[in-house]
């Protein structure tokens, strides 16, 4: 069946732009992960849904970082005014029991 | 808190040789363990996991990783490698199986000819 997708694969951001990056989980996973990975270093983790809800937030380095999960299936998490340091590989997984991961978007912020 | 360390960021090693990729935890609580590898451009993918029972666990492409509860470790191996693994491989653990995951720093294998 089909994987975790994730869209834009690449993007290109001017400082201070916003920007969206979705995810499309596997079919039927309650669990949703974000992660932020950090070129040369393993994902860290941003926030977590459990369908439409948002029980962790803990890992958004700034109040900037906004994610939604709305209908408990696409989620999106936007970044407002992006900053140079925000530059990297933003990677969602879904989990049934194990995380299942997208192939993420590299984000570069000039 | 919990926390992963990998203590070798490169590897290197000739084809068909063995090949050992260490990683140590650190954890209050009971954790789930996991092995992940990430080719260039692309997300992670899992290689295997310790979720309870024997502590030696078989995954994909021929690799195993063992559970050491007395020393934190969770070291995975692969008796013979092939060009085809060369990739960065992330240690990671978890306190449940909804719960996030804490990855290490990973380590880089290269395979060479």
């Known amino acids: 069946g089909a994987g975790v997708s994730q869209s834009p694969r690449y993007k290109v951001a001017k400082r201070g732009q916003d920007v969206a990056l979705r995810c499309d989980p596997i079919s039927g996973h309650v669990s949703l992960f974000w992660y932020q990975q950090a070129l040369g270093q393993g994902p860290e983790f941003l926030t977590y849904f459990q369908n439409e809800a948002q029980l962790d937030k803990s890992g958004l380095p700034s109040d900037r970082f906004f994610a939604e999960r709305p209908e408990g299936s696409v989620s999106t998490l936007k970044i407002q005014r992006t900053q140079q340091e925000d530059s990297a590989v933003y990677l969602c997984?879904?989990?049934?029991?194990?995380?299942?991961f997208g192939p993420g978007t590299r984000l570069l912020v000039l | 808190a919990q926390s992963v360390t990998q203590l070798d960021s490169q590897v290197p090693v000739f084809e068909e040789a063995p090949v050992e990729l260490r990683c140590n935890y650190s954890s209050s609580v009971s954790v789930y363990l996991f092995w992940y590898v990430q080719y260039p451009n692309q997300g992670l993918q899992l290689l295997l996991k310790y979720l309870s029972g024997s502590t030696l666990v078989k995954g994909i492409n021929g690799f195993e990783a063992e559970f050491n509860k007395s020393q934190t470790s969770f070291h995975l191996r692969k008796p013979s490698v092939h060009i085809s693994d060369t990739a960065e491989y992330f240690c990671a653990v978890s306190e449940g199986s909804a719960r996030q995951l804490t990855f290490g720093s990973g380590t880089q294998l290269t395979v060479l000819p």
């Open positions: 997984a879904s989990s049934h029991e194990t995380q299942y």
